[in-house]
């Protein structure tokens, strides 16, 4: 820690003395790469940039004449890529991870149930334990957990687990009675309790019936918010992300990105789609296209929900699940209700992004776009988060409305080990089909939707090539024709994520009168093997022309 601050500390006199926040800054010897608004990649070696965080030039060696008062930085040859932007991910949930119980990867309910007492006996008392992460598909036995597995080890305080996706949750008994749920409790439209052969409820909540218990969960107040987008904030530049699309989030969070950019706390940018077309949109007002001083925080979209998630069983299909033969998802509203929440945000000037996952919740949510839209494009650009399942004939309507596909990569090579067990090998056919909608015209924005999977965009890159996991199963990729190129990737994380929040003017490429957001990182992403890519790591990150991570620090941190 000592190390740390004296390096930290020697680092701003460097820049006090050297005048670097009142002059041009040009950084050489590198090999970078920048997409195009084509999808072509342009190489480049030098990069310059000026004091108020814009770039000027992208070229060779014949730039650098024309600032010849800029500071250098030797890029050692090291290789230079656009900052990285998440174009769906929640981040003050994984702020909160850090703070509160992570139960992400057990591989068991007894390990997860050992993680629950240990971190009970870490944080005694009777307040609420709350976390998520738990996956009974990644279990021996892939089977719901119950309330009994928790009260065995916490039986006095109430226990709440968010699955991994974010669509169940695991209760203890305390829980189910405070949240009033008992045998005779009617499901909600929208959601599940799930209940044993004798007809008692287990303990786990699937989609909208998750709000009964969440409505007794103490909410969040600003410093709790501020502490949990620090944290996540710190994580995530030090992954080589630069801006994320905030899926889903309310006035509290709003409010405290708006005092955080004002204090300039905001070290990413947050493109925010607000949470629902009630209260929260009401309160926003109209779209905020660029708040504070640095053009960190955007509020310009509306978040809405159509179904629930595959694992879960709750995505909506147009035919019941191949496993289930009872069962066809959970829609979350009537086409009805659907189109007007869209109608009234797009009136309001609000982009609409709607979660779906089911092939029956893709087509609401094009149904909806279609009405809204007059069954052409529209300047708002709406968006279907996640796109996961698709009918095939539903794939050219993206590219016919103008629809973004805003699709996260390791969501196929998490779910491939059920995907095909739950929809068959007909409807898998239009199931994270990439490619598909690529050559139909479409524009995918990629993303992690984190914390239902891990942060690092390079995990993300390496299965948008390979369609494998990351131990390389299956050997030539799962449906392996839907991958993308090196290319298409780069492109999907950069200047197609710009574009799906309207920031393709400032944001994606590293042209001139663009923010110099970019990162550095430690091998060439165009030229190592593909098992490499997901070992790549990030040196440094600039956002806006400021150093906001720095490895070699991190490092001396450890001395």
Known sequence: MKTRLITRVCALLFIACCGFAAADTAVHSVHGYTSTASGDVREFSVLVFGDDGRILAAGGDEVLPAYPGARMIDGAGRFVLPGLIDSHAHVSSQGFLQVRLDVTGVASVEEAVAR?????????????????GWNQVLWPVKEFPTAAHIDAVVADRPVWLNRIDGHAGWANSKALELAGIDDDTADPVGGKIHRDDNGRATGVLVDTAMDLVEA???????????????????????????SVHDAGIGIGEIETLMSMADNDEMTMRIYAMIAGAGENVDAVGKPIPSYG???????????????GALGSRGAAMVEPYSDDAENRGLPFWTQQQLDDMVQKANGMGFQVGIHAIGDYGNQQALDAFSKAQGGKPSALRNRIEHAQIIRLEDIPRFAQLGVIAAMQATHATSDMNMAEDRIGPERIKGAYAWRKLLDSGAVIANGSDFPVELPDPMHGLYASVTRMSRAGLPQGGWYASEALSRAETLHSWTYAAAYAAHQEDRLGTLEPGKWADFIVIDRDFFRIPEAEIDDIRVLQTWVGGELVYDRSEEASGDD
């Open 116 to 132: 629950i007492a240990a971190y009970d006996k870490a944080h005694p008392g009777s307040g609420w334990i709350t976390g998520r």
């Open 216 to 242: 007794k969960v103490p909410s969040p107040d600003k410093d709790d918010y501020r502490e949990a987008f620090q944290a996540a904030f710190a994580q995530l530049t030090s992954l080589g992300l630069t």
């Open 293 to 307: 001083s640095k053009d960190r925080l955007a509020v310009m979209s509306v978040k809405l929900v159509a179904d």
